[in-house]
């Protein structure tokens, strides 16, 4: 029986979605902060904020923010939890050229190092965060159970994983309104001000593919992960999962 084809930015079949998702997100890193705000009319601001709320009760000394991006999430974290470190690591070196920026204007460059690396093959020791967080990153990986099961080797046994994700809102009215917008209208805002034609159609494409609720909190069971919890933001459209090792 033939696999399903995996949802990737652009429709070349010579290069994996890992190379495709690199390639997109290194295009559209400049006008990436200002799409977020503009398309989520600012809330995406709040979700990072009420992420780290949720993990500064576990009070983690050490943190690796997957799939940091242009480093929000590790900004977010460093204000508000004031970890010892945080290590944000991600694959597209034109979005971490723009969290560097954001780091250094901040003042923040002793707490939070940017490196580039790829979160399904980890470059660091097995047990050696007290807590591992993405947001809108595992979404985007090639191979999802990988790229969660290495979250969990580099997590220290009790320590907790958090994950910012999209969902689908399961209720009307919102679940019709939220589609159209996010299928129809987004795609268009994002061509115009991204400059690339693909991008916000692939966040619709990929939210609609990817395992929500109970569905993802099986999957963090499967690899190993105890005391899971979600917590579902905007009437469903983000959810917050937090778990342990
Ligand atoms: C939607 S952005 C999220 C950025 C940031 N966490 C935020 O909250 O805005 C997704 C990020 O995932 C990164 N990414 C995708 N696949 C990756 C992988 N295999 N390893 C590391 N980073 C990856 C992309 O380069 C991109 O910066």
Known sequence: MSEKAPV???DDADVSKKGQVTRMFDKIAPYYDNLNRVLSLGIDVLWRK?????LKKESPKTILDIATGTADLAIEAAR???PDKIIGMDISPNMLKIGEEKIIKRGLSDVIKLELG???NLSYDTNSFDAVMAAFGVRNFENLEKGLSEMYRVLRPG??????????????PLKQLFNVYFK????????VRSK???????????????PDYE???GILHKLGFTQSNYKVLSAGICTIYLARK
């Open 8 to 10: 990737t930015p652009y």
């Open 50 to 54: 009420k992420a780290i709320s949720l």
């Open 80 to 82: 508000v939890i004031r």
């Open 118 to 120: 790829d979160s399904e």
């Open 159 to 172: 320590g907790t994983i958090m994950v910012l994700e999209f969902s689908k809102p399961r209720h009307f």
């Open 184 to 191: 129809y209208i987004l795609p268009v805002i994002g061509k």
């Open 196 to 210: 690339d034609e693909k991008a916000y159609k692939y966040l619709y494409e990929s939210v609609q593919v990817f």
């Open 215 to 217: 569905d993802f909190i």
